[in-house]
């Protein structure tokens, strides 16, 4: 009698009697929808907080960092709301490098419009001359909110996908 051996290119060979499929053999979601989520929501909180400090002076970094907390609630949210699961370690640190990587870049489209749009020739060599003659306070600063970026954003969407846990909340 022969036995007839298992084909490996089946379908169904990685599926047991009523068995669903492996964590690991999930399809992984596209983070790009929750990296615009991330985007959308640091920009809508940005232009309210703009909006608030017109009337009332705010803290520029703590502004930064409320924002991030905003669009990093709203991308956790739509993802385990969409996906009925946190995010793993892997999924969470593509959304927090992603995230900042397009809040940089808005960041640097932002800066270039008024460099171009509001500020007058004299303006933009009174800061070109500033930025020369002393350039390592502007580095300084320049790393130090990169770093308040990514630390913010880290902790941010960490704790938020451990709050938002639709596994945790059923335990």
């Known amino acids: 009698m022969s036995r007839k051996t298992p ?3 089946d379908s169904t060979s990685h599926l047991g009697h009523n068995r669903s499929l492996n964590a690991h053999q999930l399809p992984r979601p596209k983070l790009a ?3 615009g989520f991330f985007a959308i929501g640091y920009v809508l909180s940005s232009a309210v907080f703009m ?4 009337k009332v002076a ?5 502004v930064t960092v409320i924002s991030i907390i905003v669009g990093a609630y709203i991308a956790v949210h739509k993802f385990t709301k969409q996906q009925q699961r946190a995010l ?3 999924e969470s640190n593509r959304l927090v490098f992603g995230g900042i990587a397009v809040v940089w870049v808005l960041t640097v489209i932002y800066f270039l419009g008024i460099w171009f749009w509001l500020f007058d020739a004299a303006s933009r060599e009174v800061l070109f001359e500033m930025t020369t003659q002393q350039p390592l306070p502007l580095l300084f600063s320049l790393m130090l909110i990169l770093v308040m970026t990514l630390v913010s954003a880290r902790i ?16």
């Open 156 to 171: 941010s969407i960490w704790l938020l996908n451990r709050l938002l846990d639709p596994k945790r909340k059923t335990v």
């Open 51 to 54: 909006m608030i400090q017109t």
């Open 33 to 35: 929808r929750y990296i």
């Open 88 to 90: 793993n370690r892997g």
């Open 7 to 9: 084909t490996l290119n």
């Open 58 to 62: 705010l803290n520029s970094p703590l």
